[in-house]
């Protein structure tokens, strides 16, 4: 069934189903490539609640799990944005690491935020993403996890909004022609 959030319509994409099943597949090769480790997975506000929250519930070896917000600036930096993390409090050296997000777009973002995780020496870094634009990537990244490989159309439901709302959705509707 077609939802409006907003001034627009958006049309059913992914099923609860679907995304519960791939949710299911991902923690399981997650759990095989970390066995023996306890990895640290950050969940990065707003967008990935809903998934690292339903991804973390499948993982089957011992992980600890905390979330940051990212802030970027346009302003006085070369670069013309400043990310900003807030409320990371755990020592990341030597942890393995495990990035959860909820969609790489372009992939600037994420680009722009690991230099600051690397320098604090954890053991190892690792990307996973419940959605991925392939065709909208600028940036080279490395994601090493991804749910669905999706379209270049914007999408919302489970965790994802449009200014601010249709994130309570348990199923991933996209952008109406
Ligand atoms: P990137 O820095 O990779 O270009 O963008 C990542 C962020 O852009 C995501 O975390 C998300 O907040 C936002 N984003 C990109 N594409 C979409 C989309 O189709 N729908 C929604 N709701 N957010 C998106």
Do not use: W
């Given at each position: 069934?077609?939802?409006?959030v907003?001034d627009k319509?958006?049309?059913p994409?992914l099923?609860s189903?679907?995304i519960q099943d791939?949710?299911?597949?991902?923690?399981?090769?997650?759990s095989?490539d970390?066995?023996?480790?306890q990895?640290?997975f950050?969940?990065?506000?707003?967008g990935s609640?809903?998934f690292?929250?339903?991804l973390?519930k499948q993982i089957s070896?011992?992980?600890?799990i905390?979330?940051?917000?990212?802030?970027?600036?346009?302003?006085?930096?070369s670069t013309?944005?400043?990310?900003?993390s807030?409320?990371?409090e755990e020592?990341l050296?030597?942890?393995?690491?495990?990035?959860v997000?909820d969609?790489?777009d372009?992939g600037?973002?994420?680009t722009e935020?690991l230099?600051s995780l690397?320098?604090?020496?954890?053991?190892?870094?690792?990307?996973?993403?419940?959605?991925?634009?392939?065709?909208?990537?600028?940036?080279p990244?490395?994601?090493?996890y991804?749910?669905?490989s999706?379209p270049?159309?914007?999408?919302?439901g489970y965790?994802?909004?449009y200014?601010?709302?249709g994130?309570?959705?348990?199923?991933i509707f996209?952008?109406?022609e």
């Open positions: 069934m077609k939802v409006t907003h319509t958006f049309v994409y099923s189903i679907e791939r949710i299911a597949i991902l923690a399981k090769q997650i095989q970390y066995e023996g480790k990895p640290l950050i969940g990065i506000l707003n609640f809903i690292a929250a339903d973390f070896i011992p992980s600890s905390s979330f940051i917000k990212l802030v970027s600036y346009k302003g006085t930096s013309g944005t400043v990310i900003t807030i409320g990371l020592n050296t030597d942890k393995d690491i495990i990035i997000e969609i790489v372009t600037k973002t994420l935020f230099p690397s320098k604090q020496n954890p053991a190892s870094i690792k990307i996973c993403t419940l959605l991925q634009k392939p065709e909208a990537l600028q940036y990244l490395d994601v090493d991804v749910g669905f999706i270049n159309k914007f999408v919302v965790g994802l909004d200014d601010g709302l994130r309570n959705y348990s199923e996209q952008i109406g």
